[in-house]
C-alpha cells in the first residue's frame, strides 16, 4: 500500500492534468485494464443520470406523505431501494429534517464523503478546503456566504461524514405551498438546501 | 499526529464561492473520475486503501492539487503499490496487456456495478458496548493505534472531547485496519453529538453541535 516516501510514482506521470489522465488511461487500456467505454458510461451517468434531482423527489415525497415522511426519517434504506435510488456512496443513508428550531448541514471534513445517488457528484465548493475546514467551527458565517442567514433561537447541527454513512437534509418546506403537486414541490428542493447549505426556493421565487 | 487532509476548524482558508458550475468544469475531471471508478472495479483495493492513498500525498503536493489531480496520484501510487502497473510503465506509459485483465469493468457492466455500490456493513462478534443516550469520550490524540501514522477517520478537532451518542448504526468495516490490509475487523459504529462550545472552546452560538461517525475503538466511556 501507499506510504509515505518523497518519490511517489505519480510523480512519474506528466505535469499537466489533462495529460496525465489521458496518460494513465492509454496505459491502463493498453494493459486490456480499462474499457474506455465504460468511462464514458460513467461520466454519462453522474452528468446526465443520478443528480439532485433524486433528492429533490425524496425530499417533495416527505412534504407530501407523512407515512412516507416518518419510514424516511426512520430507516430511509427499504424505500430508497424500491424507488431505486441506492448505490455507491448511498448505502447507508441517514436523513435529517430541518424544523423550526434545528438547521442540519453535512460536510466531510476528512474528505469529500456526499450521497452520491441523491445529489450526483458534489459541487466543488463542496470539496474545498474552505468548506471542509469552516462548516464545522463557523457554519453561521459559511451560511452567510450562501445567503442563509438563521434565527438566532436555531440551534445548528453539523454532520462531518467521517464514515460511509451519507445524509440528506430535508429543508423546511416554504409557506404558501400547499396545492402544490410533488412534482412542482421538488422543482422548489435545491441541491444546496440538501446539503443543508441553502432553504428551498419560495414559490414563484 | 495528523496529516495535512485533516483540516476540520483549521483557520486561514478563504471565502467559499457557492457560484453554480457544471458536474464537470474540465473533461479531464470527469475523465479523472471514470478512471478512478472503472480501476477500483478490478478489486485490487478498498474505499479505505484509496482514500489513504489520497491523504500520503505530501502536504505539499495535497494542498497544491486540485480534488481530481489528488485522485489521479492516489490511483497512480495505487496501481503501483498493488502491483498492477510497474514504475516504468507508468513513466513510458506503455505496457504488456496484463493478467488482471479478466477483472475489466465493460460499459455494458457500468450501471449495475454503481447500482449494487458497496455497504460497508459486516457481521461481527464485536458487541455494542454504547447506546443512543451514552455519554463517550474520544481517545487522543486522534492516531491509528496499529500502523504508526496509519489511516483513521477519528479527526483531531474531535480528539479527547466529550459527546453523547445519539445513532446507533450497527457494525461497519474499521478503515484503521482495512487501509492497510490488515482485514475488515468490523465494530460497532455511533454518531456522537458534542457541543460546539466543548470542542471549540467558544462557538458561535451556545447549543450548536457537531455530529461525527466514531467507531467504538475511537471511544470510551465519560
Not at chain 1, 510523480?11 to 474499457?35: F, N, Q, Y
Not at chain 1, 475546514?133 to 445567503?147: H, I, Q, S, W, Y
Not at chain 2, 493505534?145 to 459527546?163: F, M, N, Q, S
Request: hydrophobic fraction near 40%; aromatic fraction near 8%; proline fraction near 8%.
Amino acid at each position: 500500500m501507499p506510504h509515505d516516501s518523497h518519490d511517489h510514482p505519480h510523480s512519474l506521470l506528466p505535469s499537466d492534468p489533462a495529460l496525465r489522465v489521458k496518460a494513465l488511461e492509454t496505459l491502463l487500456t493498453d494493459k486490456g485494464l480499462i474499457d474506455p467505454a465504460a468511462l464514458d458510461e460513467i461520466i454519462d451517468t453522474y452528468e446526465n443520470k443520478v443528480g439532485p434531482q433524486n433528492g429533490a423527489r425524496v425530499v417533495a415525497r416527505m412534504w407530501t406523505d407523512p407515512a412516507f415522511r416518518s419510514a424516511m426519517l426512520d430507516d430511509p434504506m427499504p424505500k430508497l431501494i424500491e424507488m431505486g435510488l441506492y448505490g455507491r456512496q448511498g448505502e447507508h443513508m441517514v436523513i435529517v429534517e430541518n424544523t423550526e428550531d434545528t438547521h442540519n448541514m453535512v460536510v466531510c471534513t476528512l474528505c469529500s464523503c456526499y450521497p452520491w445517488p441523491l445529489l450526483g457528484i458534489p459541487p466543488g465548493w463542496y470539496k474545498s478546503d474552505a468548506y471542509r475546514a469552516r462548516a464545522v467551527r463557523e457554519p453561521r458565517k459559511v451560511l452567510a456566504e450562501f445567503g442563509v442567514t438563521l434565527d438566532e433561537g436555531v440551534k445548528v447541527r453539523v454532520w462531518d461524514s467521517t464514515a460511509e454513512v451519507r445524509y440528506l437534509v430535508v429543508p423546511r418546506r416554504p409557506v404558501g405551498t400547499e396545492g402544490m403537486s410533488e412534482d412542482e414541490l421538488a422543482g422548489l428542493v435545491t441541491r444546496d438546501s440538501m446539503i443543508g447549505c441553502g432553504l428551498a426556493r419560495e414559490p414563484g421565487a | 499526529m495528523s496529516r495535512v487532509h485533516d483540516m476540520g476548524g483549521r483557520f486561514g482558508d478563504g471565502p467559499i464561492d457557492p457560484a453554480p458550475e457544471p458536474v464537470f468544469k474540465q473533461d479531464w475531471h470527469a475523465r479523472a473520475l471514470a478512471l478512478t471508478l472503472a480501476a477500483g472495479a478490478m478489486g485490487k483495493w478498498n474505499i479505505d486503501t484509496s482514500r489513504h492513498a489520497r491523504v500520503c500525498l505530501s502536504p505539499a503536493d495535497y494542498a497544491r492539487f486540485s480534488y481530481y489531480e489528488k485522485w489521479l496520484a492516489g490511483l497512480a501510487d495505487l496501481l503501483v503499490a498493488t502491483g498492477v502497473v510497474t514504475e516504468d510503465e507508468l513513466q513510458s506509459g506503455s505496457g504488456a496487456v496484463s493478467a488482471l485483465s479478466e477483472k475489466k469493468l465493460p460499459a455494458d457492466r457500468v450501471a449495475e456495478v454503481l447500482a449494487r455500490g458497496g455497504p460497508s456493513t459486516r457481521p461481527s462478534n464485536v458487541a455494542p458496548v454504547f447506546k443512543p443516550g451514552d455519554w463517550v469520550r474520544t481517545r487522543k490524540p486522534a492516531r491509528n493505534i496499529c500502523v504508526d501514522g496509519g489511516h483513521t477517520r477519528l479527526p483531531a478537532y474531535l480528539a479527547g472531547v466529550e459527546g453523547k451518542v445519539v445513532l446507533y448504526h450497527g457494525t461497519h468495516v474499521l478503515p484503521d485496519m482495512a487501509a492497510h490490509g490488515l482485514g475488515e475487523s468490523p465494530e460497532p459504529l455511533y454518531t456522537v453529538a458534542f457541543d460546539a462550545t466543548e470542542v471549540w472552546g467558544a462557538a458561535e452560538r451556545d447549543g450548536d453541535e457537531v455530529l461525527a461517525d466514531l467507531w467504538q475503538s475511537y471511544l470510551e466511556p465519560a
